[in-house]
């Protein structure tokens, strides 16, 4: 029968279950955030996913979708129920929340029919992130695979399209912490620092018509020596790349052969700082024989990073050739509600907004990549990004108060080969946004291999931003850009490198319980705890005054652990559910601001 059912779907014969009707409502009866009822079940998270490339037409595929939880080796016949996409399986949003095992794979299944005035165009299957390995079928034919959990893919479907209905076929296959693939804090049985799987769609999926010839990606650099922006128009070999930047009143238009890349010039340009942070506005277009055949509307910044001798010798991180401080907290971007993906858009500004109103000018991404609009908002809003390399293979001795003398871990060929082709797809589909001047491959050893070499790759890929080596330990002299120490509960600079910037990439931890905001009641833990806001504003600010005297010896930047509590964790400067600040915000800013000024 499963044979069956298999050759059925391989012929694109599909069938349409019957499912009794059930009104979708959260599983279980965990904390959420305000945001969970504010989620549309016929339409979670409407806005257009990709703010750096936005076309007109587009059809979001978001709701509820059949689902099935199988074996491996079996195929879909009949769905188990009804799952909320774009939210995992495991979370309360999906609906469902329940785990999936390595044995077993998660189907998704739903229908839909192309508009009329998409004839004659291509139509591309949009998927925000899926994690980890995707296969998907369309009316029964095999479209595509994918493999890699935090970046977004597309698939050219318009060959197995047919009038009227349509039926997307989704297979998701997850290891989590059983094999190799980055995965970040996710494992099958939660504890201390490590979270809930996730498994599956955790990003929009959508539809967009384009025509033969059209532009693929926008690869966007800010050239502040040069005075110009720079922008390669990728996946278009033929005709005129044109692109139109606007800003301040002026309007600039240049166009440059398909395949090669645009100068457009600045003259006096606005630049994007944390409290200023100007967005250009920008529009490409694809002339074909003289016609506009593709156009996108997009944004982007003119800054630039980088790193300097102060007066005393000690190097400093620069933005726009200036000195600057970065400060910031360590954001994990896990909800209780959602676990991988914000409840709503407004969620998702909201945890960078709160960063911005605490006074800070970063924000650590850790160990996690964020839909698009994260970046967007951040972009929008100020809020400088290190952005971490997701860790996996979680393998390795770690050291971190004196140089690295140990040998390093060995992965596989396959493992390392996943490593690879991930961050490259990460760098790559981060590259245009302004907001994030530092990339960061390895965290605390865990997984970290070859580090000189993959240090020296990330820089040479893109020269534009700094490289944060390896945070927190297993330091190699001179590899990379920065030199990072990590220290609980206090600040602490055990470690100084002449050659490298010198940060404090993780301290804190300041815990408060909060009753009724709690994930597990019976169960919490911080580096230290308090009862009272009063007290943990009280050590945040003694924590941040013994930082600020450490400037003076080198530190360029820092990182408090952390924006909310996750989970077990109680030490956020928020509750996990965001409803409860644990700290004074008047104090905290006063803070925050004073420190970020002390280079100036």
Same mark, same amino acid.
């Given at each position: 029968?499963?044979?069956?059912?298999?050759?059925?779907?391989?012929?694109?014969?599909?069938?349409?279950?019957?499912?009794?009707?059930?009104?979708?409502?959260?599983? +279980?009866?965990?904390?959420r955030?305000?945001?969970?009822?504010?989620?549309?079940?016929?339409?979670?998270l409407?806005?257009y996913?990709?703010?750096?490339?936005?076309?007109?037409?587009?059809?979001?595929?978001?709701?509820?979708w059949?689902?099935?939880?199988?074996?491996?080796?079996?195929?879909?016949?009949?769905?188990?129920?009804?799952?909320?996409?774009?939210?995992?399986?495991?979370?309360?949003?999906?609906?469902?929340?329940?785990?999936?095992?390595?044995?077993?794979?998660?189907w998704?299944q739903?229908?839909? /029919?192309?508009?009329?005035?998409?004839?004659?165009q291509? %139509?591309?299957?949009?998927? +925000?992130?899926?994690?980890?390995?995707a296969d998907?079928?369309?009316?029964? %034919?095999? #479209?595509?695979?994918?493999?890699?959990?935090?970046?977004?893919?597309?698939?050219?479907?318009?060959?197995?399209?047919?009038?009227?209905?349509?039926?997307?076929?989704?297979?998701?296959?997850?290891?989590?912490?059983?094999?190799?693939?980055? *995965?970040?804090?996710?494992?099958?049985?939660?504890?201390?620092i490590?979270?809930?799987s996730?498994?599956?769609?955790?990003?929009?999926?959508?539809?967009?018509?384009?025509?033969?010839?059209?532009i =693929?990606?926008?690869?966007?650099?800010?050239?502040?020596?040069?005075?110009?922006?720079r922008?390669?128009?990728?996946? %278009?070999?033929?005709?005129?790349?044109?692109?139109?930047?606007?800003?301040?009143?002026?309007?600039?238009?240049? +166009?440059?052969?398909?395949?090669?890349?645009?100068?457009?010039?600045?003259?006096?340009?606005?630049?994007?700082?944390?409290?200023?942070?100007?967005?250009?506005?920008?529009?490409?277009?694809?002339?074909?024989?003289?016609?506009? =055949?593709?156009?996108?509307?997009?944004?982007?910044?003119?800054?630039?990073?980088?790193?300097?001798?102060?007066?005393?010798?000690?190097?400093?991180?620069?933005?726009?050739?200036?000195?600057?401080?970065?400060?910031?907290?360590?954001?994990?971007?896990?909800?209780?509600?959602?676990?991988?993906? #914000?409840?709503?858009?407004?969620?998702?500004?909201?945890?960078?907004?709160?960063t911005k109103?605490?006074?800070?000018?970063?924000?650590?991404?850790?160990?996690?990549?964020?839909? #698009?609009?994260?970046?967007?908002?951040?972009?929008?809003?100020?809020?400088l990004?290190?952005?971490?390399m997701?860790?996996?293979?979680?393998?390795?001795?770690?050291?971190n108060?004196?140089?690295?003398?140990?040998?390093?871990?060995? *992965?596989? =060929?396959?493992?390392?080969?996943? @490593?690879?082709?991930?961050?490259?797809?990460?760098?790559?589909?981060? @590259?245009?946004?302004?907001s994030?001047?530092?990339?960061?491959?390895?965290?605390?050893?865990?997984?970290?291999?070859?580090?000189?070499?993959?240090?020296?790759?990330?820089?040479?890929?893109?020269? /534009?931003?700094?490289?944060?080596?390896?945070?927190?330990?297993?330091?190699?002299?001179?590899?990379?850009?920065?030199l990072?120490?990590?220290?609980?509960?206090?600040?602490?600079?055990?470690?100084?490198?002449?050659?490298?910037?010198?940060?404090? +990439?993780?301290?804190?931890?300041?815990?408060?319980?909060?009753?009724?905001h709690?994930?597990?009641?019976?169960?919490?833990?911080?580096?230290?705890?308090?009862?009272?806001?009063?007290? %943990?504003?009280?050590? @945040?600010?003694?924590?941040?005054?013994?930082?600020?005297?450490?400037?003076?010896?080198?530190?360029?930047?820092?990182?408090?652990?952390?924006?909310?509590?996750?989970?077990?964790?109680?030490?956020?400067?928020?509750?996990?559910?965001?409803k409860?600040?644990k700290?004074?915000?008047? *104090?905290?800013?006063?803070?925050?601001?004073?420190?970020?000024?002390?280079?100036?």
């Amino acid at each position: 029968m499963k044979k069956l059912a298999f050759l059925l779907l391989i012929l694109g014969i599909t069938c349409t279950f019957s499912v009794s009707a059930q009104p979708w409502q959260p599983a +279980g009866d965990r904390i959420r955030t305000p945001w969970a009822d504010q989620v549309n079940p016929a339409a979670p998270l409407p806005e257009y996913p990709r703010p750096l490339m936005q076309r007109t037409e587009w059809m979001n595929l978001n709701g509820l979708w059949d689902y099935a939880v199988l074996p491996n080796g079996s195929f879909l016949e009949k769905p188990d129920g009804k799952i909320l996409v774009p939210y995992c399986i495991e979370s309360s949003l999906s609906g469902v929340g329940r785990t999936v095992g390595t044995d077993e794979n998660l189907w998704y299944q739903r229908h839909f /029919s192309i508009p009329k005035g998409w004839k004659g165009q291509r %139509v591309l299957l949009h998927f +925000g992130a899926v994690d980890w390995k995707a296969d998907i079928w369309v009316n029964g %034919v095999k #479209a595509g695979s994918h493999t890699g959990g935090y970046t977004p893919f597309s698939l050219d479907i318009t060959d197995a399209l047919q009038a009227g209905d349509n039926t997307l076929t989704v297979k998701v296959w997850d290891g989590t912490d059983t094999g190799f693939q980055p *995965r970040g804090k996710q494992v099958r049985k939660p504890s201390g620092i490590w979270y809930t799987s996730v498994t599956g769609i955790w990003q929009t999926v959508w539809l967009e018509p384009v025509p033969e010839q059209h532009i =693929a990606n926008l690869r966007i650099t800010p050239d502040l020596d040069g005075g110009c922006i720079r922008i390669q128009a990728e996946g %278009v070999s033929n005709g005129i790349v044109q692109a139109r930047l606007s800003g301040d009143g002026k309007v600039t238009v240049t +166009g440059a052969l398909a395949g090669t890349e645009i100068e457009i010039p600045v003259p006096d340009a606005h630049l994007w700082t944390p409290d200023d942070p100007f967005l250009y506005d920008l529009e490409v277009s694809l002339l074909v024989g003289g016609k506009v =055949a593709d156009r996108v509307k997009s944004y982007c910044a003119m800054r630039k990073v980088g790193v300097m001798a102060d007066k005393d010798g000690l190097l400093r991180m620069t933005l726009n050739g200036k000195p600057i401080f970065m400060y910031g907290p360590l954001d994990q971007g896990w909800w209780p509600d959602g676990l991988y993906t #914000a409840p709503t858009d407004e969620a998702l500004a909201f945890d960078v907004q709160k960063t911005k109103d605490w006074g800070f000018n970063l924000i650590r991404k850790h160990v996690k990549v964020e839909p #698009a609009r994260w970046y967007y908002h951040c972009d929008r809003l100020g809020l400088l990004v290190w952005q971490d390399m997701p860790s996996g293979d979680l393998h390795g001795s770690w050291q971190n108060t004196r140089w690295y003398q140990g040998t390093e871990f060995v *992965r596989s =060929a396959e493992s390392e080969a996943c @490593y690879r082709k991930e961050w490259r797809e990460i760098m790559d589909y981060l @590259y245009s946004y302004p907001s994030i001047v530092a990339w960061v491959p390895f965290n605390e050893g865990w997984g970290q291999f070859k580090t000189v070499e993959i240090t020296t790759w990330t820089k040479q890929y893109d020269p /534009s931003r700094l490289v944060n080596s390896a945070s927190g330990g297993n330091h190699f002299l001179g590899a990379g850009d920065i030199l990072d120490l990590h220290n609980y509960p206090q600040p602490d600079m055990y470690l100084t490198d002449a050659k490298r910037v010198n940060v404090l +990439g993780e301290y804190g931890g300041i815990g408060m319980p909060v009753e009724g905001h709690l994930w597990t009641p019976d169960r919490n833990w911080g580096y230290i705890k308090f009862a009272s806001p009063k007290e %943990v504003t009280d050590e @945040y600010v003694k924590y941040a005054l013994q930082l600020q005297a450490m400037i003076a010896r080198g530190f360029s930047a820092a990182i408090y652990t952390q924006t909310t509590d996750v989970e077990i964790e109680v030490n956020g400067l928020m509750t996990y559910d965001r409803k409860v600040d644990k700290v004074d915000i008047p *104090r905290i800013r006063e803070i925050n601001q004073q420190v970020i000024h002390s280079l100036q």
